[in-house]
């Protein structure tokens, strides 16, 4: 399917110098130029008050990706589409030289223009930001003519109640049409093919239920620690950062039902179905099926020595629903640990032999792919077998030059496309999945557990999937790695 043109957009960046601009967004706007992907008209106004400069901005992505320095011609392009607008975001009376710039480049382009804003603002700054964009002045929605878009970036909130509001406040500034909640873990290309895999593949669309899955384990795992967002960090922990978006994200997308179409109001409308059954573990269970932790060296970093702030979080979650009562859902992710992995397996039963697994691995990043762990038999002239992998690995194939989640951000963003965001029904169903672990841990008696940096995490985390017979995987399991054998004679 060809897509379709990009429209005349004019990026306005909240944030341009922050860890999430640097990280993800400036990087995924180099990759776009360099594919040739931004439509001509396509402008990039960035915001700072540090008297930052667009060659400032270039330098930072050079400093971010490896390859940008040799890119002269693409830098000179990206360069040329970008203006800085000097302005405190925190300032409401600012405000109308935004307005100006944007008129202005509107007038240089000839014609209205979509304005896309990139919202990586602090928590403190929403309210004051978001209510100052929603003025007529800024806020020029027109649709068909001039489409005001808003990439609004996780944190959605700090808890149940702070997102209703932000929800709520959205609500009366915007119209529901006009907001994007980025969760990037979505517009990553293996999440987006959990859908076409399941569905599309009888084989695993009549098995993919709790009569043939005795579990599913969600893994998102980072080497790095918290990288400098120690005030960030600190006050959000593993559970708000990476749990209540992108995990319960995948999980919708490994339990959702078969949606009609996938169109953007047929996929909400499955997750938002699913999320909204899934269930924390019992008040009376939350000290068997929750584990939090802190990395050691923690405290020092987040200068916060008496922290309790948690780096790694394992829990046990459930599905009240036909399809998938009594199957275990083990979820882990954790900061400074020993590799980046993220990864979901479905643990396949076996009514011939319950001692046997299949395990079927669908790695999102890095050696994206499919694995499924086959047993078969070794070639002799007895009955001896041999483990094997049958995969489907996206490096050294013709597509593993994939978009990068951002870059798919960017360009749905462009296009008015919806589906890869997450709804406010998602996020207030994945609060109330989060949020009563989040109250059991403030019992000055819940266990905090230590863990060394560049481990796999604390021993009470192996404890929690232990029970269920099912280990952790860990690198004893290489996925999309050149094949192993084992021999069992
Ligand atoms: C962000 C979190 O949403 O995702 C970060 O705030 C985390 O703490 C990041 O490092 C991980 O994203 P990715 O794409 O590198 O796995």
Redesign the pocket.
């Known amino acids: 399917m060809r897509m379709k043109k990009l429209e005349r957009t004019i990026l306005i960046i909240f944030g341009s110098t922050g860890d999430l601009s640097r990280r993800k967004l400036l990087p995924a706007l180099f990759r776009l130029e360099k594919s040739g992907l931004l439509p001509d008209g396509f402008r990039i106004l960035a915001i700072s008050r540090r008297g930052t400069t667009v060659d400032d901005i270039i330098s930072i992505i050079c400093a971010t990706v490896p390859e940008a320095s040799g890119e002269t011609v693409v830098l000179e392009s990206l360069g040329k589409r970008m203006s800085i607008l000097d302005m405190d975001i925190g300032k409401p009376q600012q405000y109308g030289r935004l307005s100006e710039a944007l008129s202005d480049l509107e007038k240089e382009a000839g014609n209205a223009m979509n304005h896309l804003f990139y919202l990586a603002i602090p928590a403190t700054l929403f309210e004051t930001v978001t209510g100052r964009l929603g003025e007529p002045d800024i806020n020029r929605h027109e649709p068909g003519m001039r489409e005001c878009r808003f990439l609004i970036e ?1 944190p959605f909130g700090f808890s149940l109640d702070s997102a209703r509001q932000l929800i709520d406040s959205l609500g009366a500034r915007f119209d529901q049409s006009q907001i994007y909640r980025i969760d ?2 979505l517009a ?1 290309e293996t999440a987006q093919n959990i859908l076409a895999f399941r569905f599309e593949n009888p084989l695993f669309c009549g098995t993919w239920n709790r009569e043939h899955i005795s579990h599913i384990m969600i893994t ?1 795992i ?1 080497s ?1 620690g918290i990288e400098g ?1 120690a005030a960030f ?1 600190d006050s959000m922990g593993a559970m708000r ?2 749990v209540q ?2 995990l319960l994200q995948l999980l919708a997308l490994v339990t959702m039902r078969q949606p009609r179409t996938f169109s953007d109001t047929d996929i909400h409308r499955e997750k938002e179905y699913i999320l909204s059954r899934v269930r924390p573990p019992r008040i009376e269970r939350m000290n068997d099926d929750t584990v939090r932790a802190q990395y050691r060296g923690y405290r020092n970093e987040a200068g916060n020595p008496a922290s309790m702030t948690e780096t790694y979080t394992a829990v046990r979650l459930s599905i009240d629903d036909e399809a998938w009562k009594d199957v275990p859902i083990f979820i882990r992710t954790g ?1 400074a640990l020993a590799q ?1 992995v ?1 990864e979901v397996t479905i643990v396949f039963s076996n009514p011939c032999n319950p001692s046997r697994n299949n395990l079927l691995t669908i790695r999102i ?1 890095p050696n994206e792919g499919i694995v499924i762990d086959l047993r078969i038999k070794k070639p002799g002239f007895y009955m001896a077998y041999e483990d094997v992998q049958l995969d489907f690995c996206y490096t050294g194939t013709a597509i593993a030059d994939h978009p990068e ?1 951002y870059e798919r951000v960017l360009v749905d963003g462009m296009r008015g496309d919806r589906t890869l965001f997450a709804s406010d029904a998602e996020v207030l169903s994945c609060w109330k999945i989060t949020e009563p672990i989040l109250e059991a841990w403030k019992n000055p008696d819940f266990p905090l557990h230590f863990y060394d940096k560049g481990s796999w995490g604390p021993q009470a985390a192996d404890q929690l999937v232990e029970k269920s017979g099912i280990p952790w995987l860990t690198d004893e399991h290489p996925v999309c790695t050149p094949p192993r054998i084992v021999h069992h004679d």
């Open positions: 996780k990037h873990y990553k998102a980072e790095i967002r960090y950062d990476l978006s992108h900061k980046k993220t990043q989640a």
